[in-house]
């Protein structure tokens, strides 16, 4: 009986996995996400609206519309150079995206990435996203970042640009200033690169 009853559950564990590797992942899925040579990566991610997740060292990844084993392949394929051998990558859906998320109005802006950050360029993020929220986004800082002399650039309504700077090394120490900075529509967040003995 054990063995009928052991048999069963792998039939089924067998089938889920079937079912999971043709899936289309989608924006609010919930993804489990594991690296079996360095365990500090392993997280879950939620899949943003504009379809992508935010990984440490693999920076800003598109899920959407992507089946597991592809999404897979994407994380391998970025982590690879990180590691002597080539990592083992685990995806899983932890949760489908519920109804409320497929059908609430997001309100997003347009972030633009620029310098030492890991996934630069435009960014889809929601209105009200801190700075360090939508630093995360994409993917976090560069390995060459000058994390004193971080700048957002903001284009006021009189035409003239404001810039503000930010120093994510003082919020690491735990200095509050400017930590729940949001950014704005048409935003640039400039990372510059590090001078030899910064």
Do not use: W
């Not at 391998?76 to 519920?98: M, N």
């Not at 109804?99 to 990435?113: A, C, Q, T």
């Not at 801190?130 to 994409?138: E, G, H, Y």
């Amino acid at each position: 009986m054990a063995r009928f009853l052991l048999a069963i559950a792998a039939l089924l564990v067998a089938g889920m996995a079937h079912a999971q590797a043709g899936y289309r992942i989608q924006p609010g899925d919930v993804l489990d996400i594991s690296v079996l040579e360095d365990p500090n990566l392993n997280r879950q991610a939620l899949v943003r609206p504009d379809g992508g997740i935010s990984m440490l060292i693999a920076g800003n990844l598109q899920a959407g519309g992507r089946t597991i084993p592809q999404l897979e392949a994407s994380i391998k394929d970025r982590l690879s150079s990180t590691f002597a051998v080539s990592p083992t990558v685990s995806v899983s859906l932890a949760a489908l995206a519920t109804k409320e998320f497929e059908e609430e109005e997001l309100d997003l802006i347009k972030v633009y990435f620029l310098g030492e950050i890991a996934s630069p360029g435009l960014k889809q993020i929601e209105n009200g996203t801190t700075l360090l929220q939508a630093i995360s986004i994409a993917g976090g800082l560069g390995t060459f970042a000058a994390e004193k002399r971080i700048q957002v650039r903001r284009r006021m309504a009189s035409g003239k640009e404001q810039v503000y700077t930010f120093n994510y090394a003082a919020v690491q120490r735990g200095d509050t200033v400017l930590s729940d900075f949001r950014v704005a529509e048409g935003d640039v967040i400039l990372v510059p690169e590090r001078r030899l003995f910064e």
